[in-house]
């Protein structure tokens, strides 16, 4: 009954720049630690950015000082600002958090459908 829900990606040139957010729905306790992912053609899907619930981020080491991942717990939300794209970022990205609920006190895994970002001319 939880939802994730990502919206924002499209096609960009190089250079540019584009925002992703994704919003949790349904019936949880609280979200802990948000996470991107991205998946390229042919590619295995690789972490991207982490926030955790304490606020703490981690990139990996391609996107460093490009992309920002923040978080907005009032509206359930995480976001993906991303800057000087590259056509290597083309891919899927997909949100993903760990969500506590009254069935799951220790957090149970939940994705979204996923994204399509294209860097092209």
């Known amino acids: 009954q939880v939802q994730l829900v990502e919206s924002g990606g499209g096609l960009v040139q190089p250079g540019g720049s584009l925002r992703l957010s994704c919003t949790a729905s349904g019936s949880f306790v609280r979200i802990l630690n948000m996470r991107w992912y991205r998946q390229a053609p042919g590619k295995l899907r690789d972490l991207v950015a982490e926030?955790?619930?304490?606020?703490?981020?981690e990139y990996e080491n391609s996107v460093r000082g490009r992309f920002t991942i923040s978080r907005d717990d009032a509206k359930n939300a995480v976001y993906l600002q991303m800057s000087s794209l590259k056509p290597d970022d083309t891919a899927v990205y997909f949100c993903?958090?760990?969500?506590?609920?009254?069935?799951?006190?220790?957090?149970?895994?939940?994705w979204g459908e996923g994204t399509l970002v294209t860097v092209s001319t």
């Open positions: 926030v955790s619930a304490h606020g703490t981020t």
């Open positions: 993903y958090a760990k969500i506590t609920t009254p069935y799951r006190y220790y957090g149970a895994d939940y």
